[in-house]
């Protein structure tokens, strides 16, 4: 199995990250995960070369998106003002060429089916509605799809941070066994 991790966080060793490690704890298989704030990927800036091209003019790390080489894709962000960070929008941006080439071209680019996850991460009590909606678009641009039961949530970190937060590292070790296939 082939999982591919994208990192909406900033922080190295946050709560996200916490959350990662103890999925990647208990995944099986090649684990390939980017960074919306470190890897080397641009937001979309309206070029529209991928109005008449089934690519992006933009040559970066989202080529490994774009590759198609994964079974499993996993969103974790923290949730800023009710969605995903701004890095990770922007990152998200770059499916465009998804929807250009299905409703302005009339050519879809295929993608192969994939299952999904989400782990989200906010201080306070955190409201993941905006975030999960935006997760769950994204993960469907990328044919992936997302069961209620493979989304993990951590809030009121500022109180209790996420490497301690026991129901919250067992959603993701629940999120690890689905998708190990339940051989967990």
């Not at 929807?99 to 409201?127: E, F, Q, S």
């Not at 909606?133 to 044919?143: D, E, F, K, S």
């Amino acid at each position: 199995m082939k999982t591919l991790i994208i990192n909406g966080s900033p922080r190295l060793n946050g709560d996200t990250a916490a959350l990662l490690r103890e999925l990647k704890s208990h995944l099986t298989g090649e684990i390939t995960e980017l960074s919306a704030y470190r890897d080397d990927i641009s937001p979309c800036v309206d070029c529209r070369y991928c109005y008449e091209h089934a690519e992006c003019a933009i040559h970066d790390d989202m080529q490994t998106v774009y590759d198609d080489d994964f079974e499993v894709v996993v969103l974790a962000s923290p949730v800023y003002y009710g969605t995903l960070t701004g890095p990770m929008l922007s990152l998200i941006s770059r499916l465009q060429i998804h929807h250009t080439a299905k409703h302005m071209r009339g050519v879809p680019i295929p993608v192969r089916p994939k299952v999904g996850a989400v782990i989200l991460t906010g201080g306070g009590k955190g409201n993941p509605d905006g975030a999960v909606r935006m997760a769950r678009i994204t993960l469907r641009i990328l044919g992936a799809t997302l069961d209620d039961s493979d989304i993990a949530t951590s809030f009121n970190t500022d109180t209790l941070p996420a490497r301690d937060d026991e129901a919250a590292k067992a959603a993701v070790r629940g999120i690890a066994e689905r998708l190990n296939g339940g051989a967990g």
